[in-house]
């Protein structure tokens, strides 16, 4: 079954005390493709694309049938559901929609929908072999050939012409051109000669496609940004669509020489992304950005290593490892990650990618939460996929999968000191108790919100104060208005407001004085992050200071100094908990358990410097309900005119 999962992830990482960078050995950390693998080294060791067989095709029966029947079941029964159904339309008017009115959706789902579908077509011909899907391959191939682009709305930035409709004279590389073009390639890899029987010109048309839109642009090309090579904005677009440009070249590509090259340059390229990353691995743009971030270099590497037969191999690298094991030292629970950036608090992982990472860095803690995501991913069956470069590698392990025993590690601590983010919890291997993360960094971060400082709490796996996440995308969520999104702003993150001033974005808005220390009592992160809010705050000085005592309590100190007191100085408290207000000194919050049972914890605070409210933040964003129902609570402690302008607080959250 497939495996692409929604079961949950992302854990802590072991600790180090020290906030100090670690200092990285150019050559010994990470690897520098380029250097190591070089035009000279693939004329030598790369597979010819007639002699590379990364996956069984139609006519290798063996191995469709061996499947197991439960899951050759199930996707084909996904694939008749769809046959003789219409194919979604995308017309210019949904197209056009994003310029009018910035709305994002009403154009991708139908888009995505006909990749998705052409999947499960193509998986169930593969399963059953009778020939009963391939007039509806054929179709879904068609209509996707025949769009004007397969670059979204939201990306033709990248053409000269602008946003608006696509210019079908200058075809650019997006994200989904991008996976577009490896679907094309996959199906005609694994059956291009069952495409072949309806007419022969449908496989030349699409590797005929393939040039034109991606393979031609990609290596006569190096102004995408995407590439790395003509500025520093370097983030997971970078081995996502390397990714499919890898596949579509190493599938596709007629001429031995040019496969050579283009393969050469999509190694330049991943170095650009390879060489922005700390030895901690640390991802910046978070756990849900992770799946198309280290996870899709992995991709590229899985990619590189099989078209070599095994000769182009980096897995003894630390950072290629530390990239790995990013994902369950960000895990809290279940489906519950730290959801720092523009990242959903419950993510969906990829358990069988996960586990076939664990494997080649030999990391059991990674095997074992891959095990146990993937799981829960065969329990559910097939689940909806657009990409069968995820697809193929899953299935070949299915049957060990299956027989796979894992569960989470619950790392105890994680410091990742590259993008200033603390984990800890009360104790090894288990969810329950307090768990506390914080986070550093800097307001110009990937997906960045003006958020340096924030930190959540979650007690038995369950989230108490949180990091509300992102809303769906839209025109605005990457505009210059992005930071008037709410979700995007410091009031509604775990952070001070001060004389009425929020922090700002910007790579000089950083923290500074970090440190994080952590023993087998206590794990302790402060800050300094008056730098965060421009001057209009205020702000001479503002330390922040964070405290797990293991099985006991989270304190938080807020010691500040300020040059003047002109408008509301507050401290906003983000929970989906019920909150009984009702004692001065002390917040009652209520939340329920996982087997239902009642649990109360206790804020307390200081009831002669600070008044509390509450205020019902309603959700109607699928994406926000989908973590939190239909409201979030807001906390809002405030010091009263004429506070002093130097002073300490002192909150503690305790069972």
Sequence with gaps: MKTRILTAIFAALFFISSAAAMAATPGKNAPVLADLYGAQFLRENLIPAADWKPFARYKDRDFWQSLPEEFKKAQVARAEQVLGQPWPALPASLFLQYVINGNRGNYERPYFERRSRLVDLVLAELIEGKGRFVEEIVNGLWLILEESSWVLPAHLGLQRAGTGLPDVNEPVVDLFSAETVALVAWTVYLVGDRLDEVSPLIRARCVDEAYRRVLNPCFER???????????????????????????????????????????????????????????????????????????????????????????????????????????????????????????????????????????????????????????????????????????????????????????????????????VMAARSREGSAEGLYLAAKGGHNAESHNHNDVGNFIVYFDGLPVLVDAGVGEYTRQTFSDQRYEIWTMQSAYHNLPTINGVMQHEGREFAAKEVSYQADRSSARFSLNIEDTYPQAAGVESWQRTLILERGSRVSLEEKFKLTRREGELMLSLMTPCAADLSRPGEIRLDLAGKNNERIVLRLVYPAGKLQARCERIGLDDQRLTSAWGDHLNRIVLTAPDGSPLADTWRINLSR
């Design 222 to 420: 190096n102004d995408f940004w995407w590439m790395g090579f003509t500025g520093d904005h370097i983030n997971n677009w970078n081995p996502w669509c390397n990714s499919n440009w890898l596949t579509a070249n190493l599938l596709l590509e007629r001429d031995g020489g040019r496969r050579i090259e283009a393969v050469a340059k999509s190694t330049r390229s991943l170095d650009r992304f390879i060489a922005s990353y700390r030895p901690d691995g640390g991802c910046d743009e978070g756990p849900s950005y992770w799946g198309r971030a280290g996870a899709s270099l992995f991709d590229c590497l899985e990619l590189l290593y099989s078209a070599t037969g095994g000769k182009i191999d980096v897995y003894d690298y630390p950072l290629i490892q530390n990239m790995g094991r990013y994902i369950y030292r960000v895990h809290i629970d279940d489906r519950y990650f730290i959801n720092f950036a523009d990242a959903p608090a419950k993510v969906g992982i990829d358990g069988d990618l996960i586990y076939r990472y664990g494997k080649r860095i030999a990391d059991p803690d990674l095997v074992s939460l891959g095990a146990w995501a993937a799981s829960a991913s065969l329990k559910q069956g097939p689940a909806t996929e657009r990409d069968l470069g995820r697809c193929l590698p899953g299935l070949t392990i299915i049957g060990e999968l299956a027989a796979a025993n894992g569960n989470p590690p619950y790392v105890r601590d994680a410091w990742l000191d590259g993008i200033q």
